[in-house]
């Protein structure tokens, strides 16, 4: 198993998919995808373009939401509410751990929010490598599963907390989170 490095992404970011892109996310419900909301930092806008081009490789639709037209070009309560409900509206909340979401008072809020919100194994941490091979994430971040990528697989796949051999393939995962 290996952590998803951040170059992989910003390849990824790079990338157009070859099939129809969904940009509402009750398109992608009626159209049997998985929705997952990403909390990560604007900082890495770049990595979560590329982990959103990866994951419609998967059936996978992300919402990101600097992507969402509707929200207000200044965060405030109307933020918020917004990110509330689009997080209890996804079948799965992503983390994308990085070093600079494990700084973001936002992410550490909208995970804390999920926490509260959401089933336990609805919550997924993404463990970032960066370029220089530092690992980033923390020990709350342990409580959670991980997308990670089984040795061997271009697929991603999801494993419970400090297990690295039980995990299941993420389509597979995310077709139970549908039910």
């Known amino acids: 198993m290996a952590f998803i490095r951040q170059a992989e992404l910003r390849t990824y970011a790079s990338r157009?998919?070859?099939?129809?892109?969904?940009?509402?996310?009750?398109?992608?419900?009626?159209?049997?995808?998985?929705?997952?909301?990403?909390s990560h930092s604007h900082r890495d806008r770049t990595l979560a373009l590329g982990l959103k081009n990866k994951l419609k490789e998967q059936d996978v639709s992300l919402y990101i939401d600097w992507e969402d037209t509707a929200m207000p070009d200044q965060p405030n309560r109307e933020t918020?509410?917004?990110?509330?409900?689009?997080?209890?509206?996804c079948a799965i909340f992503l983390f994308l751990a990085t070093q600079n979401s494990l700084t973001s008072r936002w992410c550490s809020w909208e995970i804390g929010y999920a926490d509260g919100k959401k089933p336990i194994d609805s919550i997924l941490i993404v463990p970032t490598v960066d370029d220089q091979g530092t690992y980033h994430g923390n020990e709350y971040l342990q409580l959670y599963r991980r997308l990670e990528i089984p040795i061997q697989r271009a697929e991603y796949g999801v494993f419970p907390p400090g297990q690295t051999d039980s995990?299941?393939?993420?389509k597979e995962y995310s077709a139970q989170m549908r039910r």
Request: no cysteine; charged share 20%; aromatic share 10%.
């Open 167 to 170: 995990g299941v393939f993420l």
């Open 16 to 38: 157009q998919p070859a099939y129809e892109i969904f940009h509402k996310m009750q398109e992608a419900k009626a159209g049997g995808r998985t929705t997952v909301f990403l």
């Open 80 to 89: 918020a509410g917004r990110i509330q409900r689009t997080i209890v509206d």
